[in-house]
Each structure stands twice: as structure tokens, then as C-alpha cells.
Nanobody, 120 residues
Framework: QVQLQESGPGLVKPSQTLSLTCTVS??????????WTWIRQPPGKGLELMGV???????YYSPSLKSRTSISRDTSKNQFSLQLNSVTPEETAVYYC????????????WGQGTQVTVSS
């Protein structure tokens, strides 16, 4: 059974850096059949793909976030992480990590999501 679990601070001050980690169990993040993603959902809005880290460590970022976003991984811990710089209150959202089937837009496993509030 694949499980993903987000962790990190629930409150971040404006202009600071949001840092989250996703711990994966039941599968390896180096498995070529899958990629690993960060997705967020602000209150009352839809889901937004923030970025992807592939099985080989290559990354893709949403163009609107590319200048402020970094996704990295620790294969020894089977974790991948998100850093989002210079956050604003409008980036208050539930942040999810999810597994995506390679070469598709199918997200088959999700973490439960973590609420991050950007506020002073």
C-alpha cells in the first residue's frame, strides 16, 4: 500500500519561505513508472500543480511559480521536498503531495494534505 505524508509548518509569515516534505512509503521515489508532485488548493479555488520531480530527479515547475519554487529529494529517506520563496497571504492553501503515473496526468495516490496559512 502506497502512502504519502506531508509535513512542515502550518504557519508561515509573508515574504518568508514555505518548506514542506513528503514522506513516501510502499514505493520508491526512484521507480521509473512514476513521478512525484506538489499540488495546492487555496480556499474556494481549484487544484494547482506546483511542480514535479521525476524518478531520475529531473524537475518541472509551473511557469507562474518557477522563479520561486524548488523541489528536491532525499532518496535515502524516500522523501521529496518543496520550497516556495517569498510567499504571500494569497498562497494560504492546503498543500498536497501526490504520485503521478509517468507520461500521464493520472494521480493515483495522494497525501492527506496539510494546511499552510501565510499570515503575520
Amino acid at each position: 500500500q502506497v502512502q504519502l505524508q506531508e509535513s512542515g509548518p502550518g504557519l508561515v509569515k509573508p515574504s518568508q519561505t514555505l518548506s514542506l516534505t513528503c514522506t513516501v512509503s510502499g514505493d520508491s521515489i526512484t521507480t521509473s513508472a512514476y513521478a512525484w508532485t506538489w499540488i495546492r488548493q487555496p480556499p474556494g479555488k481549484g487544484l494547482e500543480l506546483m511542480g514535479v520531480i521525476a524518478y531520475d530527479g529531473s524537475t518541472y515547475y509551473s511557469p507562474s511559480l518557477k522563479s520561486r519554487t524548488s523541489i528536491s529529494r532525499d532518496t535515502s529517506k524516500n522523501q521529496f521536498s518543496l520550497q516556495l520563496n517569498s510567499v504571500t497571504p494569497e498562497e494560504t492553501a492546503v498543500y498536497y503531495c501526490a504520485r503521478r503515473i509517468t507520461k500521464s496526468y493520472v494521480y493515483d495516490y495522494w497525501g492527506q494534505g496539510t494546511q499552510v496559512t501565510v499570515s503575520s
